[in-house]
């Protein structure tokens, strides 16, 4: 059984991809212990340079002295160029034409004033990544909670933290909360910015916050006390609780949209277009997903399925591409590689996604066909897909050393990497004979993290890193960047590895019709592991709080020199005279 296992197309393809990120973070590791070995040979350089200029004598010093004058001279400006006529009395200059002014390069063009982000706008951005984080908090401790209780499962009797209420918890806190808050503050950003303007309205954005704050609240609460929605996963909230969350985004689509019609530039930059779609969608779902007409039998299931990947989909994935089309190029400072397939990419995502919902129920009772359409549109899904994944890596290209010093890139090469494995491991689980072991068992558990988890919010994590010491003016702690990334990534490898080997074992199990406490003693140990990554995972997310909180705390840092140009500096300020004057 084994052997033909792996003569799989579907299996093989699934392993091929996970080892991609696996060799991705090896590479950077390597790239990055290579980085910090040479860092530790410049700083013992530096240890001697500093002991060397502690003992410099008068004579040097002056010597020194001379040196830098004759380095920072300059010729004044009628020896070389300039509007002054020219005269040179060291005979430098010959053969000068009356040429005024640069005849080669044409004028430059006068641009608009560049508006930049006010403080107002700054301050309500903050506000959504701080809720996000804050949300990412509880969420994630909760799904450690969750993951602790695969492996000790009398740890509570309560009914409040019971696992089937605090799964959903989980599910919506990270959904809602975490991804969605960060999602629009970010989108505050880049809407305004690529359309030049002030965003319309800053009072409607913080009415989103208050609504979408209180859809989290109030759905927290109520699922802890049992009131759900029945039914469906991620729309467990309760109509009211939902109808605050829409409320909160509708707001703010008016707002975007208005900001993007009253835009000064001629185009509608990739970003927006994303942006202001995924907000649409997001609506649209939301509402086929809670209108009662449809809500029974098959039909209910056909929307769950609709709606479960429209919102992983059309909500999240979209929004984040829109995002990565202005943070990334911004990020390595050049323009995105291709325009044009980034609206490829759109529209072919718009045709395939909204086919794919059906794929949740292979082998159910609804229509073959329908199942059929759902698969075949999982391997259209390649065109957007790899569409996407080359144009940030081509936009990437010429600029892959900066991986080695970039505490941000870092993050965009591992969601990037997760773009394309997440989503081609979810075509070939869309495949009937893969998705027949797979279906019922913690698979999909592990492809939800891969996708969820590497590719949004690692995606989120750059661009909260890219964007915060812009609005704040202050850097993160290198140093726990790289803890929070490396947690977070080797946490995640053994979350959805341990889940991948163990639920395929599981599954096969349960094919050869054995008996089903089996499979749980068999996911015992692998439980164990998810256990061990999550806690890495989760104590990451107390990490980043830690760098965010750096960089937005107003604490002034006292600065020690510690270069000699700074300590020669200091010096001088301290009206110490010795450098400049030597006897
Ligand atoms: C080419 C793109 C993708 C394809 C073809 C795909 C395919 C699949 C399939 C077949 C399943 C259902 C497994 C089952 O129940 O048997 C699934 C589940 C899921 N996928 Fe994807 N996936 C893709 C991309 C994504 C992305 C980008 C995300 C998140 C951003 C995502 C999030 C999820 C989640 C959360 C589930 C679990 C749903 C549940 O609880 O049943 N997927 N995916
Ligand atoms: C400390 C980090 C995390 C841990 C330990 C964790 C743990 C868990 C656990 C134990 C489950 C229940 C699985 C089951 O029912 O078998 C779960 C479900 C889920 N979690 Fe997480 N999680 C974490 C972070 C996240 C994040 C950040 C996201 C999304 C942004 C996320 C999205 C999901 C989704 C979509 C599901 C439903 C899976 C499915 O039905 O396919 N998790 N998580």
Known sequence: MNNSLFGESGIQITVFLVIIPILAGLLIAIVKTYAVYQRLKSRRKLLEFEKKVKHLSPQEVEQYEKRRKELEYHLPENQLSGNLAP????????????????RVIPHKKSTFPQKYISPELSKLILYFLGFSVLWLLVGTTVGEYLGIKFVAPDTDHVSWLSFGRLRPVHTNLVFWGWSSFAMVGLSYYVIPRVSNIEVFNLKLGYYTLILMNLAVISGTVSLMAGINNGGGEYREYIWPVMALFAAGIVLSLYNFLKTVALRVTKEIYVSNWYIVAAMMYVIVILVVAYLPFWQHGLGETIIQGYYMHQGVGMWFMFLNLGLMYYFLPQQLNRPIYSYSLGILAFWTQILFYTLIGSHHFIFSAIPWWMQTVAIVASVGMVIPVVA??????????????QLKTSYTLPFYFISILFYFTGSMQGTVEAF????????????TVAHSHMTMYGIITFMLWAFIYTLVPRLTGKEPPKFWVGIHFWLALIGLTFYIVSLMIGSTEKGLIWMAKKPFIEGVVTMAPYWLWRAIGGTMMWISHFVFAYNFYKMVNSEVEIKIPASPAEILQAKKELRNTEFSHPK
């Open 388 to 401: 996407g994944t080359t144009n940030f890596l081509l936009t990437f290209n010429g600029n892959w050393y």
């Open 432 to 443: 009937r004979f893969t998705n027949l072991i797979w279906h019922f068992t913690d698979f």
């Open 87 to 102: 005269s040179d009395e060291k005979g430098i200059i010959s053969n000068i034409n009356s040429i005024e002014e640069l």
